[in-house]
């Protein structure tokens, strides 16, 4: 009677917190064979990790790189190439190719440009705007990145302005945040990326459109490395100031991605951290090693 009571989980109770109760009937086994009582007893639901409720994202970020043949023969690598389908794969091509590279590449593939400026239209030379991304059938874009906010000298403020304006403009964004290594060995980490992630939440209205990508910018032709554990524990730091500073269910459901010389032979590691929810890649996006990245957690 108990094997079948629990084969069916009824009556069920109190399912609060993914938890429920069933009222059990238990024998006297010592005695007569007979009803001897009930018990409650409590099964919990199995819950997933929470980074596996977060898509997994990886964007190539092709940077200042390629020509038409070279990315015809891109595109045609990743039009053919078996990737996991349950990843969200973004590519960054440059600006003057973007409209080709949408042409030629596969629909399941989303695209980004790698820049934006604050205004629609005007007298802003070398300039694009969230408009002209959107008429070319562009729904992302890369913003504060290491290179435009170190080689350019976009501050937060700039770039919180240009969240702003893509998002008024329906785009995605995809916002770097990290410190540099001089950052790093004086030890204002913390504060580097706190107030680059607070200039991204002043500015956000859609979080489901935002995906926040540290870039351990020390790590990038350096030769030094940033392990699995540093990228984690980063990572963890961000996602609780968001929690404390914007909600708990934007924390949980924003996606937080690494860029740092991702390679094909260390993402895997990586891959399994619970805040890591995928990868920003440079040179490595435009070899054939990014399917392996893309497929990290295959």
Request: aromatic share 8%.
């Amino acid at each position: 009677i108990c094997e079948k009571i629990c084969k069916q989980k009824k009556p069920l109770r109190n399912q609060e917190g993914g938890n429920f109760f069933f009222t059990a009937l238990y024998l006297h086994l010592s005695g007569p064979q007979q009803a001897f009582g009930t018990v409650l007893i409590l099964c919990k639901r199995p819950q997933k990790p929470a980074n596996m409720t977060r898509k997994f994202f990886v964007c190539g970020n092709w940077k200042m790189n390629g020509s038409k043949k070279s990315i015809g023969e891109l595109i045609q690598l990743l039009n053919q190439a078996k990737l996991d389908p349950s990843v969200e794969v973004v590519c960054a091509a440059p600006t003057i190719y973007l409209d080709m590279t949408r042409s030629k590449l596969d629909p399941k593939f989303g695209m980004a440009a790698q820049n934006c400026y604050i205004f629609p239209s005007g007298g802003f030379t070398g300039e694009i705007s969230p408009a002209m991304i959107k008429d070319c059938d562009i729904n992302w874009v890369i913003l504060g990145h290491s290179t435009r906010r170190h080689i350019f000298g976009e501050s937060n403020e700039l770039i919180g302005k240009k969240i702003a304006h893509a998002q008024e403009n329906s785009l995605g964004v995809i916002v770097c945040i990290g410190e540099t290594l001089d950052e790093k060995e004086r030890g204002i980490t913390d504060e580097v990326i706190f107030a680059q992630t607070k200039a991204i939440a002043d500015n956000v209205k859609d979080w489901s459109k935002v995906v926040i990508a540290y870039e351990a910018g020390w790590a990038i032709g350096t030769g030094k490395s940033a392990t699995p554990q540093h990228v984690q524990n980063i990572h963890e730091k961000v996602r609780e100031w968001l929690k404390t500073n914007v909600s708990e269910p934007v924390a949980n459901s924003v996606r937080i991605i690494y860029g740092g010389s991702v390679r094909g032979d260390s993402c895997r590691e990586l891959a399994t951290q619970k805040d890591i929810d995928g990868f920003i890649v440079g040179k490595g996006s435009l070899k054939p090693e990014f399917v392996d990245i893309v497929n990290a957690r295959a």
